[in-house]
């Protein structure tokens, strides 16, 4: 998995160890921050799907879960469901970067969130 060039970012958060990631002293923050995590990834597929029903409903007047399944976002669409994802990112995670330098996190997001 993280031999996927898109990944390499994850080799330089802090605690990072190949297979078990570790980044507090007690084990129960890490699947805390597991668990956030999940449910961050989680909210966002209900977003990215309601963006979808709401842009079908707009187009087409109706949605049925074959139209949501089936649905590919035009190039403009696409790039505005990439930016809203960005920024939900950037918002519910960015406080795992507060100890960084100020200008770090934003580096960070800009090299790797948002890309496919």
Not at 24 to 32: E, G
Not at 54 to 77: N, Y
Request: aromatic letters at 10%; proline letters at 7%; glycine letters at 6%.
């Amino acid at each position: 998995m993280l031999d996927e060039p898109k990944l390499d970012y994850v080799r330089e958060l802090p605690g990072f160890e190949r297979g078990h990631p570790h980044y507090f002293k007690d084990p129960m923050i890490d699947h805390l921050l597991e668990i956030v995590m999940l449910l961050g990834g989680e909210l966002w597929v209900t977003r990215d799907r309601q963006m979808i029903v709401e842009h079908l409903l707009a187009t087409e007047g109706k949605v049925t879960p074959d139209m949501i399944e089936r649905f590919q976002p035009s190039p403009e669409l696409r790039a505005q469901m990439d930016e809203s994802r960005k920024l939900f990112t950037q918002r519910v995670f960015n406080c795992l970067y507060s100890q960084h330098e100020a200008t770090q996190p934003r580096a960070f997001f800009e090299a790797h969130v948002g890309k496919s």
